[in-house]
């Protein structure tokens, strides 16, 4: 599939978990690959910081409705382990 080589576990999950019956995965619109095709929305998962989506993003609202998933931790554990 296109643009899964370097896609990390969580982006790979979300887009797995947010992905409709239906839906079309990774594929490229105006140039460029995007996640998830719901009809005529485009969804794009970001799991990093914003800035490398500038270009995209910028060239892709000015034709497509485009959405946003960006994960936000609600909690945050550390488990500290013994040496044992």
């Given at each position: 599939?296109?643009?899964?080589?370097?896609?990390?576990?969580?982006?790979?999950a979300l887009k797995a978990w947010y992905a409709r019956a239906?839906?079309?995965?990774?594929v490229k619109v105006?140039?460029?690959?995007?996640?998830?095709?719901?009809g005529k929305v485009l969804i794009e998962i970001q799991t990093t910081n914003f800035s490398s989506q500038k270009r995209k993003l910028n060239t892709l609202i000015e034709k497509h409705p485009v959405r946003l998933?960006?994960?936000i931790a609600q909690e945050k554990w550390i488990i500290r382990l013994a040496e044992d």
């Amino acid at each position: 599939m296109i643009g899964t080589l370097s896609e990390k576990s969580l982006h790979s999950a979300l887009k797995a978990w947010y992905a409709r019956a239906g839906d079309q995965l990774e594929v490229k619109v105006d140039g460029f690959h995007i996640d998830i095709v719901r009809g005529k929305v485009l969804i794009e998962i970001q799991t990093t910081n914003f800035s490398s989506q500038k270009r995209k993003l910028n060239t892709l609202i000015e034709k497509h409705p485009v959405r946003l998933v960006f994960p936000i931790a609600q909690e945050k554990w550390i488990i500290r382990l013994a040496e044992d």
